[in-house]
């Protein structure tokens, strides 16, 4: 009985579920445009549902606009995702950013 309930307690504590909680895209460049893409994310663990700040969202939007330093980034997809551990007690939550560099278009 002891081994049973040890073996329930590990499938529950050891799983992971990823989740996409929202997707945002800005207007996409016409195809011959869209020659370099640029891609970031970051992430931020939860523990207790007590987020630990909210700055990794910033930190990935930096990261995306750095590699676009002189140019104008369009078409890009936001995803907002969650993967949760050990029965709902822990997750982390993350961004994803995917745009396209438009180098002949300057920042204005």
Same mark, same amino acid.
């Given at each position: 009985?002891? *081994? @049973?309930?040890l073996?329930?307690?590990?499938l529950? !504590?050891?799983?992971? +579920?990823? &989740?996409?909680?929202s997707v945002? %895209?800005?207007?996409?460049?016409?195809?011959a445009?869209?020659k370099?893409?640029?891609?970031?994310?970051?992430?931020?663990?939860v523990?207790?549902?007590?987020?630990?700040? *909210? @700055?990794?969202?910033?930190?990935?939007?930096?990261? !995306?606009?750095?590699? +676009?330093? &002189?140019?104008?980034?369009?078409? %890009?997809?936001?995803?907002?995702?969650?993967t949760?551990?050990?029965a709902?007690?822990?997750?982390?939550?993350?961004?994803?950013?995917e745009?396209?560099?438009?180098?002949?278009n300057?920042?204005?």
């Amino acid at each position: 009985m002891r *081994n @049973s309930l040890l073996l329930l307690s590990g499938l529950l !504590l050891s799983g992971a +579920c990823r &989740t996409v909680e929202s997707v945002s %895209i800005s207007q996409i460049p016409p195809a011959a445009l869209r020659k370099q893409k640029i891609v970031s994310s970051a992430s931020n663990f939860v523990f207790l549902s007590i987020p630990f700040g *909210n @700055s990794f969202v910033e930190r990935a939007r930096e990261d !995306l606009e750095s590699q +676009c330093p &002189t140019g104008q980034i369009e078409g %890009i997809l936001a995803k907002h995702q969650r993967t949760t551990y050990f029965a709902a007690i822990a997750w982390n939550q993350g961004v994803i950013m995917e745009g396209y560099c438009l180098n002949g278009n300057k920042k204005g």
